[in-house]
């Protein structure tokens, strides 16, 4: 008689040893905060795509969540995630106050915020994808995270003010709603059309004398819509 290994036993160490290996490689990259490292080997990736596809889930991949919305590639969301931390060190708190994502999709960066901050609120504006994400984070069992659905481009005013603010689509203009309910000290990044038409990273700090906004790397985000479908 040959022993015979449950298949998900075999699949869930291989998995683990794939997550490792790409929390190795995005250790290395310039600016990319332990915490985050720390956060991403935490959360299985694997477990909020399409089956069909899991075997690409710790590549550095963007891939197709449905609805043509797509999950970032994990370099992007370490490098989104690691410009938030920056906040934290300011603050002088291990832990800040509460996050806020917009465009939870398949809810992926939201379980990964929800291991950097004491509250996240993540809002999606698809309601079969905001679904979607509440059946991939149920077995998770993530207490601080609140999934909401609606339209993130009015931000979500009751679970604020934010130490941080993240959007995972990319708009024409960051919306005021967003600098409103950014805490002081507090930063939103995220990807915004420039006026050649290119995509690139914005970050907005909030500080004492105003709003100071920096224009980073070019990127390829979703575009951010408004109301809801
Ligand atoms: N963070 C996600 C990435 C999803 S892609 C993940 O880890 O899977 C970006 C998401 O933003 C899409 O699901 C899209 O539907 C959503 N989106 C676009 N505009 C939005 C808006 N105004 N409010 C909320 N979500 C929005």
């Not at 310039?30 to 080997?41: F, K, L, Y």
């Not at 590549?59 to 370099?75: H, M, V």
């Not at 003010?161 to 203009?173: F, H, M, R, T």
Request: proline letters at 6%; a positive charge.
């Amino acid at each position: 008689m040959v022993a015979s290994q449950p298949v998900g036993a075999i699949s869930a160490s291989s998995q683990q040893a794939a997550r490792e290996r790409m929390v190795k490689r995005l250790a290395v990259l310039d600016g990319v905060h332990p915490a985050v490292i720390e956060a991403m080997r935490l959360v299985p990736r694997h477990t909020f795509i399409d089956s069909a596809l899991v075997a690409k889930a710790y590549e550095e991949n963007s891939l197709p969540i449905g609805y043509g919305q797509t999950i970032s590639k994990p370099g992007v969301v370490a490098r989104m995630l690691s410009l938030i931390m920056h906040v934290y060190a300011h603050a002088g708190a291990r832990i800040p106050g509460r996050l806020l994502e917009v465009g939870t999709g398949c809810g992926y960066q939201a379980a990964v915020m929800s291991h950097l901050a004491t509250e996240v609120y993540s809002i999606e504006r698809v309601r079969g994808l905001h679904e979607r994400a509440r059946d991939n984070l149920r077995p998770l069992r993530v207490s601080n995270l609140h999934l909401l659905f609606g339209d993130g481009m009015a931000g979500f005013p009751s679970g604020g003010p934010y130490a941080a603010i993240i959007s995972a689509a990319g708009g024409e203009a960051i919306p005021q709603a967003w600098t409103d309910q950014l805490a002081m000290g507090g930063r939103i990044v995220a990807p915004t059309s420039t006026d050649g038409g290119r995509q690139v990273l914005i970050v907005i700090d909030k500080t004492p004398s105003g709003l100071r906004q920096q224009a980073l790397e070019a990127v390829h985000f979703v575009p951010l819509k408004s109301g809801v479908d």
